[in-house]
């Protein structure tokens, strides 16, 4: 296996296709009339309206046949599922942990991790936040705490390990406030915000004797680790003959528990979990997934999706998987960086970002030009892609103000095992021509704004000069 990455430069898809979905094509003016509808935001686009997929890359992979054949036996029975069993042995046998709790989807592990161990006043440091991660810390009475290295705040920062926590933030914060205000350090593996970038076993080694000493567990985003795991492999010096499995394995025995997004990593549609080491935190979270999710043996999932999760962990670890899927992201970013855009380096695992801010130098922050090239892009070519800036990064809620963070991003997300090389091609090729004109972008006034995580659901209207 090994040998497939290190003695080739070029990748193939490691499947061939027994299933395709047909996609349909709209014109500009059809698309200049939905994205006016849409309120210029393209999580309210139809899906049938869309050509190519880019907003995420969650919930959007093609599952295998052996995943497929796994529905079949899924058991659905209300309690004791045989898939929950299934799940918990490739978990403990993968990831590690001992013991497993289903969740509908990552939040749902996060909103009881944080319901157990936040209390009001606290402080939650992390490697940058994310959008629910952080909403779920804040909802619990936990403020978060940017620590990661400085490299991640600048697109430009060719830094292999950007995920890396930077320990003098972490020690400046735990000095200040102590480490009884810190119930757990926030680890994401493939920071997603700072563009899916990984943090070093060298630094998560640093990390985990610091938190040892000052009695502060550590608590994984696992979302993206194997992706990560593939970049330590790929630069981290000893690691390269060692297969991912081993090193998923080393960075979850240096932390205590995580939680997961399996939507990402592990090839389903839908699905997460939390999975830790303390059994009296397992058992309370045992008993507040039943008040959110489902009885603790299923957590919102249907017995055939946890099956198809436990096949996804094996197929997510095979090294020509990876290989495949990060070679995709890496090629798509060639080209644009090659047509002059401007974009989020190193290239991370699960997609391109897009430094909307460079490109569109003539828009204000608060005229959110991440959000407004995302429509621009849809109007182009029918390509749906995500705002990472201004709009996600919301208000802080003590002042009220938008946040304005450094990163202004459009993410072109890479759905795993989906899309061609034609279709990169056809995607490079619209947002090169829309960088040629890109003066012509406008930027967008909010004039719809919710409460929570107001990107998804927020409505714009055109700035006109
Ligand atoms: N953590 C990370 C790093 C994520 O990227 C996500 C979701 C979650 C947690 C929450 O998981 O959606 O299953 O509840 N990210 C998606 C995205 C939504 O598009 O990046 P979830």
Redesign the pocket.
């Known amino acids: 296996m090994d040998e497939t990455i290190a003695s080739k430069s070029s990748w193939a898809e490691p499947f061939k296709i027994k299933m395709v979905e047909l996609l349909r094509v709209t014109t500009r003016q059809e698309r200049e009339r939905i994205i006016a509808e849409a309120g210029y935001n393209t999580f309210l686009i139809r899906s049938r309206d869309v050509y190519i997929d880019l907003?995420?890359?969650?919930?959007t992979a093609a599952m295998s046949d052996r995943q497929w054949a796994g529905l079949m036996l899924g058991d659905e029975a209300y309690a004791g599922s045989e898939n929950y069993y299934h799940l918990e042995k490739a978990v403990q046998n993968y990831y590690g942990y001992k013991f497993l709790l289903p969740t509908?989807?990552?939040?749902?592990?996060?909103n009881i991790l944080s319901q157990l161990l936040i209390k009001p006043g606290d402080y939650v440091p992390g490697n940058m936040y994310?959008?629910?991660?952080r909403l779920h810390q804040e909802r619990a009475g936990g403020a978060f705490v940017d620590v990661i290295v400085d490299e991640a705040h600048d697109p430009q920062s060719d830094y292999p390990f950007k995920g890396n926590v930077d320990i003098a933030k972490l020690d400046r914060l735990v000095r200040e406030v102590g480490p009884r205000r810190v119930p757990y350090v926030s680890l994401?593996?493939?920071?997603?915000?700072a563009g899916g970038q990984p943090f070093s076993m060298a630094n998560l080694k640093e990390l985990h004797a610091y938190c040892r000493q000052h009695g502060i567990p550590i608590m994984l985003?696992a979302?993206?680790t194997i992706e990560n795991a593939f970049f330590i492999k790929e630069r981290e010096r000893g690691y390269a003959s060692r297969s991912l499995a081993r090193i998923l394995r080393e960075i979850c025995d240096l932390t205590d528990g995580a939680?997961?997004?399996?939507?990402?990593d592990l090839l389903v549609n839908?699905?997460?979990f939390l999975a830790c080491n303390d059994e009296d935190l397992f058992k309370r979270a045992q008993n507040l997934a039943v008040v959110y999710e489902g009885l603790h043996t299923y957590g919102g999932l249907a017995g055939r999706d946890m099956e198809a999760m436990a096949i996804g962990i094996e197929e997510a670890l095979m090294e020509e998987h990876q290989a495949a899927r990060i070679g995709q992201v890496r090629y798509l970013g060639a080209k644009l960086e090659a047509a002059g855009v401007p974009i989020v380096k190193p290239i991370g695992s699960?997609g391109v970002f897009i430094d909307a801010a460079t490109f569109l130098p003539h828009l204000d922050r608060d005229e959110y030009p991440a959000q407004a090239l995302a429509a621009a892009i849809y109007v182009d070519s029918g390509v749906r892609t995500?705002e990472?800036g201004n709009v996600s990064a919301g208000r802080d809620p003590e002042t009220g103000l938008n946040r304005r963070p450094n990163l202004e991003l459009v993410?072109l997300?890479i759905p795993r095992r989906v899309y061609t090389q034609a279709h990169m091609d056809v995607i490079a090729e619209s947002i090169a021509n829309l960088y040629a004109r890109r003066t012509d972008i406008q930027g967008l006034r909010m004039v719809h704004e919710p409460q929570y995580l107001r990107f998804f659901q927020a409505r714009f209207e055109t700035i006109s000069r």
């Not at 907003?55 to 919930?59: F, M, Q």
């Not at 509908?104 to 996060?110: L, P, S, T």
């Not at 994401?188 to 915000?193: A, I, L, P, R, S």
């Open positions: 907003l995420t890359d969650s919930g509908h989807q990552g939040r749902g592990a996060e994310f959008t629910t991660t994401e593996g493939n920071v997603n915000m985003d979302t993206r939680t997961m997004s399996a939507k990402k839908i699905g997460g699960h995500m990472r993410r997300t």
